[in-house]
């Protein structure tokens, strides 16, 4: 099981390269059941996520080729994906696979719409909540699906093919309007999606989408309408920036002290973070090749925020925010209100020496002078993350352990930070 080892006290400078959106990525890999022809993806990161998905397609019958290194291509390019679903042998996305990436549930979408049928595993709940997809199979059952639960499986049928209609969802879901985005996409008519989730990622899918040949407008807003066609062809799709990893890298730079180019990175993917930073002290200056983000020297502010769907501030900054501020010259508050339990990183952060007491969904952070590096545990994706930031200001050495994690969502994370200075290194076995 590997861990990560960071010794604390170094400032960053430098660069660091954003990689494509994890929570694009998958969506679009799945969005190549959609078609008989083959989808190539760029700027596709390297993360176990992406590697599993892979998995859990090639179950299905679909084949992916992955392009070799091209003349002056580096580590920091992302991969191509040639995704082919000519053939699809299997409808069925097993348990031992689906409960490991909840994303690969999504994979009900296409399959009914294309082959009429879908047997998926039911995801499980994860350390961050409940997490139902009971809107999702909403979604479906409104385009016309008979759906079944039956031993833990969600099964699908639309024999006649789906049929386009009106969805209002009662709540922003972005795993719902992906869904119901791809299976609208070949249904027959017109599908109309109200209170649809506006994440970049939504408006990435439906840009591809379009380009395979689906008649999508609207996404990235909160009303979407989708005129059904019968087939999607092939296409060639670059994977937008991961505004989470910005985000992250942004928080970690805030926290060590220094400055820092965050290459590739588009502001308009993440401003009310980029606000929130700004309020902190942090400088935060867009350029044609990025984001820079700079503190050096000045204290940080303490700030009050509140997650909500996009464009509003991302809960999966909700933790790396809290790292930060663990240091703030005050007391912050944070309210989180997307998921029900997505504070399993506070105990851990307690155990760095910081002060955070819980009630109910808010957070209070009362800023300390100093952080003591101890051995963590990680418990989800962006709470690992969050431990990596506060370790970079604790004094002395910190070991984050179960940092498969990490590897879930962030690329080469110890290589983009040591490049930058700071002291940070992989412990394997
Ligand atoms: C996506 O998850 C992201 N995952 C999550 O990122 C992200 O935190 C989340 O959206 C919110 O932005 C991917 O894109 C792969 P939701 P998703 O459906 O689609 C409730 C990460 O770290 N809900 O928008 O599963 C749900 O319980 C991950 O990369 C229902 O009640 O999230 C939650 O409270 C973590 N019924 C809220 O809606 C449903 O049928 C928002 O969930 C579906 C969702």
Same mark, same amino acid.
């Given at each position: 099981?590997?861990?990560?080892?960071?010794?604390?006290?170094?400032?960053?400078?430098?660069?660091?390269?954003?990689?494509?959106?994890?929570?694009?990525?998958?969506?679009?890999?799945?969005?190549?059941?959609?078609?008989?022809?083959?989808?190539?993806?760029?700027?596709?990161?390297?993360?176990?996520?992406?590697?599993?998905?892979?998995?859990?397609?090639?179950?299905?019958?679909?084949?992916?080729?992955?392009?070799?290194?091209?003349?002056?291509?580096?580590?920091?390019?992302?991969?191509?994906?040639?995704?082919?679903?000519?053939?699809?042998?299997?409808?069925?996305?097993?348990?031992?696979?689906?409960?490991?990436?909840?994303?690969?549930?999504?994979?009900?979408?296409?399959?009914?719409?294309?082959?009429?049928?879908?047997?998926?595993?039911?995801?499980?709940?994860?350390?961050?909540?409940?997490?139902?997809?009971?809107?999702?199979?909403?979604?479906?059952?409104?385009?016309?699906?008979?759906?079944?639960?039956?031993?833990?499986?969600?099964?699908?049928?639309?024999?006649?093919?789906?049929?386009?209609?009106?969805?209002?969802?009662?709540?922003?879901?972005?795993?719902? $309007?992906? &869904?119901?985005? *791809? /299976?609208?996409?070949? =249904?027959? @008519?017109?599908?109309?999606?109200? %209170? #649809?989730?506006? !994440?970049?990622?939504?408006?990435?899918?439906?840009?591809?989408?379009?380009?395979?040949?689906?008649?999508?407008?609207?996404?990235?807003?909160?009303?979407?309408?989708?005129?059904?066609?019968?087939?999607?062809?092939?296409?060639?799709?670059?994977?937008?920036?991961?505004?989470?990893? $910005?985000? &992250?890298?942004? *928080? /970690?730079?805030?926290? =060590?002290? @220094?400055?820092?180019?965050?290459? %590739? #990175?588009?502001? !308009?993917?993440?401003?009310?973070?980029?606000?929130?930073?700004?309020?902190?002290?942090?400088?935060?200056?867009?350029?044609?090749?990025?984001?820079?983000?700079?503190?050096?020297?000045?204290?940080?502010?303490?700030?009050?925020?509140?997650?909500?769907?996009?464009?509003?501030?991302? $809960?999966?900054?909700?933790?790396?925010?809290?790292?930060?501020?663990?240091?703030?010259?005050?007391?912050?508050?944070?309210?989180?209100?997307?998921?029900?339990?997505?504070?399993?990183?506070?105990?851990?952060?307690?155990?760095?020496?910081?002060?955070?007491?819980?009630?109910?969904?808010?957070?209070?952070?009362?800023?300390?002078?100093?952080?003591?590096?101890?051995?963590?545990?990680?418990?989800?994706?962006?709470?690992?993350?969050?431990?990596?930031?506060?370790?970079?200001?604790?004094?002395?050495?910190?070991?984050?352990?179960?940092?498969?994690?990490?590897?879930?969502?962030?690329?080469?994370?110890?290589?983009?930070?040591?490049?930058?200075?700071?002291?940070?290194?992989?412990?394997?076995?």
């Amino acid at each position: 099981m590997d861990r990560i080892r960071i010794v604390g006290g170094r400032r960053l400078n430098g660069t660091i390269p954003i990689s494509g959106a994890k929570n694009a990525t998958l969506p679009l890999m799945i969005a190549s059941l959609l078609t008989d022809q083959t989808l190539i993806l760029d700027n596709v990161p390297r993360l176990a996520d992406v590697a599993l998905l892979e998995r859990i397609l090639g179950n299905h019958g679909v084949d992916i080729m992955v392009s070799g290194k091209r003349a002056g291509e580096t580590a920091d390019h992302g991969q191509t994906l040639h995704i082919s679903a000519a053939n699809i042998v299997d409808t069925t996305a097993p348990y031992n696979l689906v409960s490991r990436m909840r994303a690969s549930f999504w994979v009900l979408a296409p399959l009914v719409a294309r082959m009429g049928e879908a047997r998926v595993s039911l995801p499980g709940g994860c350390a961050i909540g409940t997490r139902p997809v009971d809107l999702l199979i909403m979604a479906m059952e409104r385009l016309g699906a008979q759906i079944d639960v039956d031993a833990g499986y969600v099964v699908a049928r639309a024999p006649h093919g789906l049929k386009g209609a009106e969805i209002v969802f009662p709540k922003v879901t972005v795993g719902g $309007t992906h &869904t119901a985005i *791809m /299976a609208a996409s070949i =249904a027959d @008519g017109t599908t109309v999606i109200d %209170n #649809a989730a506006r !994440e970049p990622e939504i408006a990435d899918v439906a840009d591809c989408l379009n380009k395979m040949g689906a008649r999508i407008a609207g996404a990235g807003t909160s009303r979407i309408v989708i005129e059904g066609v019968a087939k999607l062809g092939a296409a060639r799709h670059a994977v937008l920036p991961d505004r989470i990893e $910005t985000g &992250t890298y942004a *928080m /970690a730079v805030a926290m =060590a002290g @220094g400055d820092i180019l965050l290459q %590739n #990175a588009r502001p !308009e993917l993440l401003q009310a973070a980029l606000d929130v930073l700004q309020r902190t002290g942090v400088t935060v200056t867009p350029t044609n090749q990025g984001i820079r983000i700079a503190r050096n020297g000045n204290a940080l502010n303490p700030v009050e925020v509140t997650t909500a769907p996009f464009p509003a501030f991302p $809960t999966d900054l909700q933790a790396q925010l809290m790292a930060l501020m663990t240091r703030a010259n005050g007391t912050s508050h944070i309210v989180e209100t997307v998921f029900e339990n997505r504070f399993m990183h506070v105990q851990e952060l307690v155990r760095l020496g910081a002060r955070i007491q819980l009630t109910g969904e808010r957070a209070t952070i009362e800023g300390v002078e100093r952080l003591k590096g101890a051995p963590v545990m990680a418990t989800d994706l962006r709470a690992s993350v969050s431990l990596v930031i506060a370790a970079l200001a604790a004094e002395g050495e910190t070991i984050v352990n179960r940092v498969y994690h990490l590897d879930r969502g962030f690329e080469r994370l110890e290589d983009k930070l040591g490049r930058c200075g700071a002291a940070v290194e992989r412990l394997s076995g």
